[in-house]
């Protein structure tokens, strides 16, 4: 089965204090002497953890052959703080990984080294996935690069689109609803039928209803984050996503994640025509059901009108190089080998995994991939602030969605969400 680590966020809330070892922004100053070697920090599930990283080490061998990459696999439970701490050490490792939404603990804390200077060093760093990319730079400044994404598309059972008299995945999200209509009609012996089963907690699918609405989660000025969810652009959404999921999905779906009942479960065993899913997981579904194989397909997220699909949220690692590190002109090497194309097309290849510019997408990867990559060059990233990590501790913004979907006041709802965000995007500065 296909590893589910590879794209969890990693969200570990950092105690204050620690982050105040260091001063905002990392200078990369002065190397100390060479130790000879790479320790290299990055975590379970990802292309550290494959066989792969022989490849990149193998490429550095040659730049630099008297000097050796000390690989160590990380575990994500703990890991924003464990970072935070060895970073702002005298003895840091020269290169970490961390997830997307962690990045901006990091590159507020000083411990990461300024690569603003190399950035064009970095293969086809113009088209970076701006959800990697925007976590990764700090007042202006890049201290890390991105290392691979992932978003979601829409999978579907084409035997019950046809079943159901549809022909083809539709373009927009009115048509699409209708589509929910058709299939539930088709569909009516079988118990708590979804034509599009989505949880209320499903925050990855809400939060695009409100960027293709022209919404934003929180607006930065003068170094001060503010959340935006009682926007008329954010009412919108929240209304239409609303609606969408209290129609697609069933109604003991409002409260739940996408875990508890399973959705590959439940779509495998044609309780739902479609699910908004990450790329792991058609193989998960086909390991339950494989007489499924030849019934699958997949469509971005269609947007409001059908000349824009529904932008999307790209998670992910990044990677970078510790401030403190002795070797950084090295471990900048490693880095533009383990970016770069070559790298990024076997690791999307064997892994599944997003490559971080869309031009890096190869051929030959399964069509959830090819979907995902095109879905990605529309996106939005998340609010850059350090106070994004603590919102997914608390699994604020799952509670948030649910509570819409479940019929809260969305005015009232989204005034309560802006007070504790805007705390907590701001509790570092």
């Not at 730079?137 to 019950?160: E, H, I």
């Not at 209304?239 to 109604?251: D, E, H, I, P, V």
Request: aromatic share 8%; net charge neutral.
């Amino acid at each position: 089965m296909m590893n589910r680590a590879r794209w969890r966020y990693a969200v570990t809330s950092v105690p204050v204090m620690a982050l105040a070892l260091t001063a905002c922004g990392g200078s990369g100053g002065a190397d100390a002497a060479s130790d000879g070697k790479l320790t290299v920090w990055m975590m379970t599930g990802g292309p550290g953890d494959n066989a792969l990283i022989k490849d990149v080490n193998a490429a550095f061998a040659k730049q630099h052959p008297d000097m050796r990459v000390d690989v160590q696999i990380q575990q994500w439970d703990g890991i924003a703080t464990k970072i935070t701490t060895a970073l702002a050490s005298g003895n840091p490792p020269d290169i970490v990984e961390m997830g997307n939404t962690q990045t901006p603990l990091q590159t507020y804390s000083g411990g990461l080294a300024d690569l603003t200077a190399e950035k064009a060093g970095f293969e086809n760093s113009a088209k970076w996935l701006a959800g990697l990319s925007g976590p990764s730079q700090y007042d202006g400044k890049l201290y890390a690069t991105p290392l691979y994404g992932g978003t979601k598309v829409v999978m579907y059972n084409k035997k019950l689109f046809a079943d159901a008299g549809i022909q083809q995945p539709p373009t927009t999200v009115a048509e699409l609803q209708q589509n929910c209509g058709k299939l539930a009609a088709a569909n009516k012996k079988t118990a708590n039928f979804s034509g599009f089963y989505l949880p209320g907690q499903y925050w990855f699918n809400g939060m695009p209803f409100l960027f293709g609405k022209g919404g934003a989660i929180a607006t930065q000025k003068d170094g001060a984050w503010k959340a935006e969810m009682s926007s008329p652009a954010n009412q919108a959404g929240l209304a239409a996503w609303r609606t969408f999921q209290n129609t697609c999905s069933t109604k003991s779906s409002v409260g739940v994640n996408t875990d508890s009942p399973d959705q590959d479960q439940l779509f495998a065993d044609g309780k739902a025509a479609m699910v908004y899913v990450k790329a792991w997981e058609p193989a998960a579904v086909l390991e339950k059901n494989p007489a499924l194989k030849d019934d699958i397909g997949f469509f971005a997220m269609p947007g409001y009108t059908a000349d824009k699909a529904m932008p999307v949220i790209v998670s992910g690692s990044t990677i970078g190089i510790a401030a403190n590190s002795p070797d950084k002109k090295a471990a900048q090497d490693w880095l533009r080998i383990i970016t770069g194309k070559q790298f990024q097309q076997k690791m999307a290849l064997t892994l599944n995994l997003l490559p971080i510019s869309p031009d890096f997408t190869p051929t030959g990867v399964p069509e959830q991939l090819t979907v995902a990559s095109k879905a990605a060059e529309i996106s939005q990233p998340l609010p850059a602030s350090p106070g994004e990590a603590t919102l997914e501790t608390e699994r604020y913004n799952e509670q948030f969605f649910s509570k819409i979907a479940g019929g809260a006041d969305i005015a009232k709802a989204s005034a309560d969400y802006d007070k504790h965000a805007t705390d907590a995007f701001n509790s570092l500065h």
